[in-house]
């Protein structure tokens, strides 16, 4: 079945350290997407990228680094630098021709500080 | 003024009701409309998209759009203990081309139908 696949469910990071946050998808999306969820609020985009091998800055991007060397993959570290990294992280794709593809999400990532 | 605002809840409806949630947006020039469920510990689903004015009714769904008024609204029919969960309004503008534009959420309004 065609979808998005997010690795691992549940993450702990410990003080100074880097965590990568995975993210597969086989829809054929050009587009793909990270944001960030807190308690009570809605999402916030971190990055995002259109095409291979190229990514842009959303509105929270401190503190994270993304890489897009396949269509397919697009994966998310969170660096030492985050210093709240405490968050439900969900990966999304889109066709990115027109304006009118909506987003679909992966199941998640829920990462936690130890 | 939040680009995407969706009234506050918690909105708590019976069973067998119409639940009805509101969205306001500020950015006169948004295209695409969507509405996302999201049950408590998982990701957002798609439910529904909202391009032109007028209703669009989807089974028990009917979401309306209003570009003038800057508002989207989603009405659930014959509410069902399993439509508890949160609903997200989120926003597209179209930066033109191929471009990615911004696509923006609110924060969320947790319904809750009893039965």
């Known amino acids: 079945d065609g979808g998005i696949t997010q690795s691992p469910k549940y993450l702990f990071r410990k003080e100074g350290q880097n965590v990568t946050l995975s993210c597969e998808q086989n829809?054929?999306?050009?587009?793909m997407y990270w944001y960030r969820q807190d308690p009570g609020q809605g999402l916030r985009l971190i990055y995002y990228?259109?095409?291979?091998?190229?990514?842009q800055k959303g509105d929270i991007a401190e503190g994270y680094s993304v890489s897009r060397e396949k269509k397919e993959s697009f994966p998310l570290t969170v660096t030492s630098a985050q210093k709240n990294p405490t968050a439900f992280y969900l990966c999304a794709s889109s066709i990115v021709k027109g304006s009118n593809q909506p987003q679909h999400f992966g199941d998640g990532t829920r990462l936690s500080i130890l | 003024q939040k680009e995407v605002e969706q009234n506050s809840g918690p909105l708590s409806v019976p069973e067998g009701a119409i639940a009805s949630l509101n969205c306001t947006y500020s950015d006169r020039g948004s295209q695409s409309f969507f509405w996302y469920r999201q049950y408590s510990g998982k990701s957002p689903e798609l439910i529904m998209s909202?391009?032109?004015?007028g209703d669009k009714e989807d089974g028990r769904f009917t979401a309306q759009l209003n570009k003038a008024s800057q508002y989207v609204s989603l009405l659930i029919r014959d509410s069902q203990p399993s439509d508890s969960a949160t609903y997200l309004c989120?926003?597209?503008?179209?930066?033109?081309?191929?471009?990615?534009?911004?696509?923006?959420f609110g924060q969320g309004t947790i319904l809750t139908v009893h039965p």
């Open positions: 909202i391009y032109s004015n």
């Open positions: 829809l054929n999306h050009d587009a």
């Open positions: 990228s259109q095409i291979v091998n190229d990514f």
């Open positions: 989120a926003v597209y503008r179209n930066a033109g081309g191929t471009s990615y534009g911004k696509l923006t």
